[in-house]
């Protein structure tokens, strides 16, 4: 059938009129034509600039809920100054450069915790188990180390500059060379038993009595 006659067959509908031009099919179905690819073609760039903008602000929106929540970087580069984190469990959380001024963590478990650079002045770790953190590089003014477990710690030379050692167990930390004798010689500094692991202070950091 020629394509002339299909057309004489479809419904006189708005907009589409029936033309024996040599191509079939009308000026103003043309016409239609073009306009719903255009339209077609403003939709598409308006759904791509909305998703750029959508991917933009994600990248925008802060990583400190989510990284609390216990992804990725923990609590790294944060202030939680003043605030409560006694009686809980962050093992094996960054706490890097966090600034945690008078901040609790008294009988927490901080296992395996990075505490690097953080600044940690009149900070509470009475009672806590820092087994094996990281606590290097730290300000560590008027900190209370007083019944915690450090077995394992790493230290610098801030833990000079700490309230108290009394009770904690140092077992195994390591501690600059130069730091330790200037520890054991500072009065009623570093002394007591630790009430967990019943390991005396000073034989802990080997001191020479």
Same mark, same amino acid.
């Given at each position: ?118 600044? &940690?002045? =009149?900070? *509470? @770790?009475?009672? #806590?188990? %820092?087994?094996?953190?990281? $606590? ?28 108290? &050692?009394? =009770?904690? *167990? @140092?077992?195994? #930390?390591? %501690?600059?060379?130069?730091? $330790? ?29």
């Amino acid at each position: 059938m020629k394509v002339t006659a299909m057309l004489s067959m479809l419904p006189m509908t708005a907009g589409f009129t029936v033309n024996t031009n040599p191509w079939g099919y009308s000026t103003s179905a043309s016409s239609s034509l073009l306009e719903v690819h255009a339209k077609s073609k403003d939709r598409t760039h308006h759904d791509f600039v909305a998703s750029v903008a959508l991917s933009t602000t994600l990248l925008l929106v802060p990583l400190t809920a989510s990284a609390v929540s216990g992804g990725g970087l923990d609590y790294a580069n944060i202030d939680i100054s003043g605030q409560d984190f006694s009686n809980s469990s962050y093992k094996g959380k960054d706490f890097s450069q966090v600034i945690a001024k008078g901040t609790s963590f008294v009988k927490s478990n901080l296992q395996g915790c990075r505490f690097f650079k953080a600044y &940690l002045v =009149n900070t *509470d @770790f009475s009672g #806590a188990d %820092l087994r094996g953190a990281s $606590l290097e590089d730290t300000s560590m003014d008027n900190a209370s180390l007083k019944d915690a477990n450090v077995a394992g710690a790493y230290f610098s030379a801030s833990l000079l500059d700490a309230k108290t &050692l009394e =009770n904690a *167990d @140092f077992t195994d #930390a390591q %501690l600059p060379p130069k730091l $330790l004798p200037r520890i054991c010689e500072k009065e009623d500094f570093a002394f007591g038993t630790n009430p967990v692991t019943g390991v005396d202070t000073r034989e802990s950091l080997t001191c020479l009595d």
